[in-house]
C-alpha cells in the first residue's frame, strides 16, 4: 500500500509538470507539417511493388550497428521503427511514429514519450514502455563507448505505465536530447530473452520496421523484404515510402568493380561519389538508349569535412607548424583540375555549405566567447581570415613548398641528401593508410609534392575489415577521414574532437585531439540555449579546428550525383537534405522492357 501511495504521488508530479505536448516537435522554430496526411516529397499513390537492386562494398558480419565489435550489413534501418521520425525537408523536426505523444519539459530537464498503442512488433506483439527502456539500455548503456557518450547526458529511463516511459537528464543544458532520443530503434524486450546481438551477431534480428530480413548470404548479401502487414503502412510519416517488395543490396570488392556491375544491370541505382565515374565511366549503349539516367540535384546539406587526417597520437605530427607545413603541399587546383574534371569546391570549413562555417575573422559574441581562450590559441586567429594555400592548378607549387620549407625548418627539421631529418636525426617517413583505390589518386601526387620537402609518405591500401580494425585501434599515421555534419551541431561533436574521445578504442576523434579550449566550445554548442548561440559556439569551434591543421581539408560538392536504370521513378518534389531514395518506385510497364532486353533484371 505505501508502494502504491509514493506512486501516485510520483506520476500525479510527473504529469502536473510545466512542460510542451504534442505529436511532433522542433528544436529551432517550429514545425513545417501539421494535421498532415504525408510529406510534401512523396508521392502517396506510388505502386508498391518489384525486387530492387542496391550495393555495397566490403563485406558484413553483423546485423546490429551498436555493437562495438564487427561490421553492420546495409540497410538495418529498414527493420526498426523509432520513436520520432524526421522529415527530409527540414533541419531539426521530429514526428511521431511509435511515440504517438511527446511530452517535453519546459526547463528541459525530462522528456516522456506516449507510445502508440497500435504500435506492433513484426510478430504481432505489441511494443511497450518496457521494450523502448531495454532498447535504452542495450543501446546507450552497453559496451560500445561512442553510444555511451552519445547518450550520456541522459540520467535515467523510468517505465510509468505500458504505454509511458519518462527520460530524466543529468541538466538541463543540453536541448539535443529529446531529439537524440527520438531517434532511438526500439528493439524487441522478449525476443532476446535466450540470447544476446553479441552472442550471435548474425541472428536475423525482429524489428517493428517496413521490412524484414529475408535471406542473406554472410558477407555477401542481403535481402529485404516488405512486411506486408506493417503497422503503420497508414501512417502519415510512412504514406508514400517503402515502395519495394524486396530490396537486396549485393557486395562488391571495390567501387570500379561495382560501376561495371551497375552498367550491366546487376543493380539498380547509385549515388556516385567520383568526380571521374561521373565524368567518364557512365558510358555504353544503355546510358545513350536512356535506359540508366544520370541526374545531379542541388542539397542543402553540410558539406562536413573530408581530409588527410594526422595521427597527434605520433609525436612526429604534434607540431602544429609540421602540420601546417604538410597542407602546403597538397595541391588542390592541380587536382580539381587533372584529376576531378573541376567538379569540385575545395573544403574550407568543418561545416561548410552552411550557417555554421566561420567567415571572416571572429567578432561579436563569436570575438567575446573566444577572447575567454585568447592565450591557448593561435593569435592569428584574431587578426586574420584562415585561408587555404591555393595553385594555378599548372603542377608548379614551388611558392607554398618554400613556406612549407621555412615552417619544418622552424620545427627543427633539417634536409640532407634530398631527406628531411628531425631534432634526433630520423627520418620523416610516414604512412598514409587508404581503403578505397580511388583514393589513391589523390594521393600520389600529393606524396610527389612532400617528397621535395624530402619526407616519405608511404601509401598503404588495405581491405575493408582490416581498415576498420586499425581505425578502432588508432593503428595508422594519416588516413582519409570523413565527418558528416548534422544540421543541428550537437553531441557528436564530443565523438570527432573531444578529448574523452581521444583515448576510446573505436571512436571518431581520428586525430586524437586532446585540447581544452575544443572540450569547452564543444560543450557550449551541446548547452546552446538557443539557435543564436548554437551558431556563435559552433562557428568558434570552427575557427579553433582550422587554425589547429588538425586536417589537410579536401573538396566537396553541392549536388547529389545519382543513376538509375529508368524504370525507378521519384516524386517530382525532392527533399533538399536527402535523396529520399525510400520514397522512389517501380514503373511496371518500363520494368517489362528492361527485362526482355537485359536477362540481369529477371529476379
Known sequence: MRY?????????????????SDNAFAINGEV?????????????????????????????????????????????HLIYDTLMVRSLDEPSSQYGLIAKQIQRAKDNTFVIFHLDPNARFNDGKEITAFDVEFSFNLIARGENPSMNRYYADIKEA???????????????????????????????????????PKANPLRIPL????????????????????VENYWAKDHPTRIGY????????????????????????????????????????????????GEIIKQETLHSLSSGMQGFVFNLRKSIFQDIRVREALGLAFDFEWSNKNLFFNQYARTTSFFDNSEFASVGIPLGEELKLLESFRDKLPQELFTQSFKLPITQGNGNNRDNLKKAQKLLKEAGFATKNGKLYDKNNQPFVFELLLVSPAMERVAIPFARNLQILGIEMKIRLVDVSQYIN??????????VGVFPQSLSPGNEQ????????????????????????????????????????????????DRVLLWNYYVIPHFHTKTFRIAFWNFL???????????????????????????????????
Open 242 to 289: 517503402f515502395n519495394f517488395n524486396r530490396i537486396t543490396f549485393d557486395y562488391y570488392k571495390d567501387d570500379s568493380v561495382a560501376l561495371e556491375a551497375f552498367k550491366a544491370g546487376r543493380y539498380d541505382y547509385r549515388q556516385e561519389m567520383s568526380a571521374k565515374n561521373w565524368a567518364l565511366g557512365y558510358n555504353g549503349k544503355a546510358l545513350n538508349n
Open 470 to 479: 586499425q581505425l578502432r585501434a588508432f593503428d595508422y599515421d594519416m588516413i
Open 158 to 196: 523510468i517505465v510509468v505505465d505500458k504505454h509511458t516511459i519518462r527520460f530524466n537528464f543529468k541538466d538541463s543544458k543540453n536541448r539535443e536530447l529529446a531529439l537524440i532520443l527520438g531517434d532511438l530503434p526500439i528493439l524487441p524486450k522478449h525476443y532476446y530473452e535466450t540470447t544476446t
Open 494 to 541: 564530443s565523438f570527432f574532437w573531444g578529448s574523452s574521445a581521444a583515448d576510446a578504442k573505436g571512436s571518431y576523434n581520428y586525430a586524437g585531439i586532446k585540447n581544452p579550449v575544443i572540450d569547452s566550445l564543444i560543450q557550449k554548442i551541446i548547452n546552446a540555449k538557443d539557435y543564436q548561440d548554437l551558431l556563435t559556439a559552433t562557428r568558434a569551434l
Open 4 to 20: 502504491l501511495f509514493f506512486l501516485f504521488f510520483f506520476i500525479l508530479n510527473l504529469f502536473s509538470a510545466d512542460t510542451y
Open 32 to 76: 513545417k507539417y501539421k494535421n498532415f496526411k504525408h510529406f510534401d516529397y512523396v508521392n502517396p499513390n506510388a505502386p508498391k511493388m518489384g525486387h530492387i537492386k542496391e550495393y555495397a562494398i566490403g563485406t558484413f558480419d553483423s546485423f546490429y550497428d551498436f555493437l562495438l565489435k564487427g561490421t553492420s550489413a546495409q540497410g538495418l
Open 569 to 603: 521513378e521519384h516524386p517530382q518534389i525532392t527533399p533538399i537534405y536527402d535523396v529520399g531514395f525510400e520514397t522512389w518506385w517501380v514503373n511496371e510497364n518500363k520494368l517489362l522492357k528492361i527485362q526482355e532486353k537485359y536477362p540481369s533484371f529477371r529476379r
Open 207 to 226: 524489428g517493428s520496421g517496413p521490412y524484414k530480413i529475408e535471406s542473406f548470404e554472410a558477407g555477401r548479401s542481403i535481402t529485404y523484404k516488405r
